[in-house]
């Protein structure tokens, strides 16, 4: 069930403890992919694992709005990248579950599209479900794609793949390889273990890592599957745990 086109009655009518909370950002991904790639893809992930997981059980989800602005300060160089603080997206966040839970919906799963969250998602999640009244976990959808995985970039091959599998109109595909050959071949600048670079302008001209030129619609179909089927699993989990507290 999706919430922002459901009635509130429909909604109380729903036998359900578990929701989805899709995060992302809004940010650059070079001059072929749009600023919502991130947001767009999680939307994506999400809305088919609910799907999924509905056909396969029988029980309703809920699926709230997607989160469209996440921690992306390192892109700031780039026009209309927007950016909130750890702490104010790590509030927005809690906020945002407590009032899920207080419908019943305390089971959580944060279905999350951009690499700049993990390390915030990681932290909140302990806190709900240590000290709220839910149970709460991230799921980032392009570490959950098997040896894809390590392909993973801004704006690369895996980003660019699901979008043209998805929304194949938001790719400029005659900037693909001007992307390709003003991006970056890994992110940051690395010595001795320690990334010295803090913002993306500093190793990459125009905002991309990766190859952005092998991406297909083929792929990002291998893609959804492949997280969609990982994210029913992950649900699958949450719903069926029992969460203590100490």
Same mark, same amino acid.
């Given at each position: 069930?999706?919430?922002?086109?459901?009635?509130?009655?429909?909604?109380?009518?729903?036998?359900?403890?578990?929701?989805?909370?899709?995060?992302?950002?809004?940010? %650059?991904?070079? @001059?072929?992919?749009?600023?919502?790639?991130?947001?767009?893809? *999680?939307?994506?992930?999400? %809305?088919?694992?609910? #799907?999924?997981?509905?056909?396969?059980?029988?029980?309703? =989800? &809920?699926?709230?709005?997607? =989160? @469209?602005?996440?921690? *992306?300060?390192?892109?700031?160089?780039? /026009? !209309?990248?927007?950016?909130?603080?750890?702490?104010?997206?790590?509030?927005?966040?809690?906020?945002?579950?407590?009032?899920?839970?207080?419908?019943?919906?305390?089971?959580?799963?944060?279905?999350? $599209?951009?690499?700049?969250?993990?390390?915030?998602?990681?932290?909140?999640?302990? =806190?709900?479900?240590?000290?709220?009244?839910?149970? /709460?976990?991230?799921?980032?959808?392009?570490?959950?794609? $098997?040896?894809?995985?390590?392909?993973?970039?801004?704006?690369?091959?895996?980003?660019?793949?699901?979008?043209?599998?998805?929304?194949?109109?938001?790719?400029?595909?005659?900037?693909?390889?001007?992307?390709?050959?003003?991006?970056?071949?890994?992110?940051?600048?690395?010595?001795?273990?320690?990334?010295?670079?803090?913002?993306?302008?500093?190793?990459?001209?125009?905002?991309?890592? !990766?190859?952005?030129?092998?991406?297909?619609?083929?792929?990002? &179909? #291998?893609?959804?599957?492949?997280?969609?089927?990982?994210?029913?699993?992950?649900?699958?989990?949450?719903? /069926?745990?029992? %969460?203590?507290?100490?």
């Amino acid at each position: 069930m999706q919430l922002e086109t459901a009635t509130w009655q429909e909604v109380d009518a729903l036998d359900s403890s578990l929701a989805i909370v899709p995060v992302g950002s809004t940010e %650059q991904h070079g @001059p072929h992919a749009p600023l919502g790639t991130d947001s767009l893809n *999680a939307g994506s992930v999400a %809305q088919a694992g609910a #799907e999924k997981y509905e056909a396969q059980t029988g029980r309703e =989800i &809920v699926v709230i709005p997607t =989160i @469209p602005i996440g921690i *992306a300060e390192e892109h700031r160089s780039f /026009a !209309g990248t927007l950016w909130v603080s750890p702490d104010t997206f790590r509030a927005y966040l809690r906020e945002t579950v407590a009032s899920l839970a207080h419908h019943g919906f305390d089971r959580v799963v944060i279905v999350n $599209g951009h690499g700049g969250n993990i390390d915030a998602l990681n932290e909140l999640t302990g =806190i709900i479900s240590r000290h709220d009244d839910a149970y /709460a976990v991230g799921f980032t959808w392009f570490n959950a794609v $098997g040896e894809h995985s390590t392909r993973m970039g801004h704006g690369g091959v895996l980003e660019t793949s699901l979008l043209q599998h998805t929304y194949p109109d938001t790719i400029r595909s005659d900037q693909l390889e001007t992307a390709a050959e003003r991006g970056a071949d890994r992110w940051g600048e690395w010595v001795a273990g320690v990334n010295l670079a803090h913002d993306s302008i500093e190793f990459t001209e125009n905002g991309v890592v !990766g190859e952005p030129t092998d991406a297909s619609a083929e792929l990002g &179909v #291998e893609l959804l599957e492949t997280a969609t089927d990982e994210l029913v699993s992950l649900l699958e989990a949450v719903s /069926a745990r029992t %969460q203590q507290k100490r």
